[in-house]
């Protein structure tokens, strides 16, 4: 975490001298869920979070084309079908849904054509913390599954993604846009073999994001 942080800070001062450099917030809406070879993808759905953080941007060609670093707390995780299936001769059923919140740093790209402005790049997450709100259930049991609700155990901290994206501009400094970020890393393919019955050993983290942005004012 303390890398992103340096690495975040560090690409906002390089150009501090500069007029052009300009600086904002940004926060909105996450619809996450599952990508990758996930045992049974029918088990998981969309779940709604949130992210929010700041940002900065670094012209290259003057009203076309910039470099934009972003740092951010986001929301990821999915939300279990309430159905029942089999694993191990028995039958289980899973309710509610579980949280993964990651500082992100995404390294974007930037093409403005007007008002609408395109963007795309790499991005690197560290997972802080997880909030398991999962109750799972043997058939035939009143009582759930013992489980360690916020366990990072096996999980992994550190993950390398891409996001890509289309947004409007306005003058004021406000920008309403729609992202897409994956990732290449499965985030808990060394978890102990009973996390989510081995459902997530091929697992990766899919988002969706409504963003709203503001850019400060330059001199």
């Not at 939300?79 to 089999?86: I, M, P, S, T, Y």
């Not at 409007?168 to 897409?180: C, P, T």
Request: hydrophobic share 40%.
């Amino acid at each position: 975490m303390k890398k992103l942080l340096l690495s975040f800070f560090a690409l906002a001062t390089v150009y501090t001298a500069e007029a052009q450099a300009s600086f904002g917030v940004r926060a909105g809406g996450n619809l996450s869920n599952l990508s990758g070879d996930v045992t049974d993808d029918s088990r998981f759905n969309n779940k709604f979070g949130w992210h929010a953080g700041l940002t900065a941007n670094f012209p290259i060609v003057e009203g076309f084309f910039s470099i934009q670093p972003e740092l951010y707390y986001t929301n990821k995780g999915f939300k279990n079908e309430e159905e029942d299936f089999e694993f191990n001769n028995l039958t289980y059923n899973r309710e509610g849904s579980v949280n993964y919140n990651y500082l992100e740093l995404p390294i974007l790209a930037r093409i403005d054509a007007g008002p609408l402005y395109f963007e795309g790049g790499p991005t690197a997450a560290y997972l802080l913390s997880v909030k398991n709100n999962t109750d799972t259930f043997v058939a035939g049991s009143p009582e759930p599954l013992a489980v360690n609700r916020s366990s990072t155990e096996g999980l992994t901290r550190f993950e390398l993604g891409y996001a890509a994206g289309v947004g409007f501009g306005m003058q004021s400094g406000l920008s309403l846009g729609v992202r897409y970020v994956g990732s290449f890393t499965d985030f808990a393919s060394d978890a102990p073999s009973d996390y989510f019955q081995g459902d997530l050993v091929n697992a990766r983290n899919s988002v969706f994001m409504l963003t709203l942005g503001f850019t400060f004012p330059t001199r």
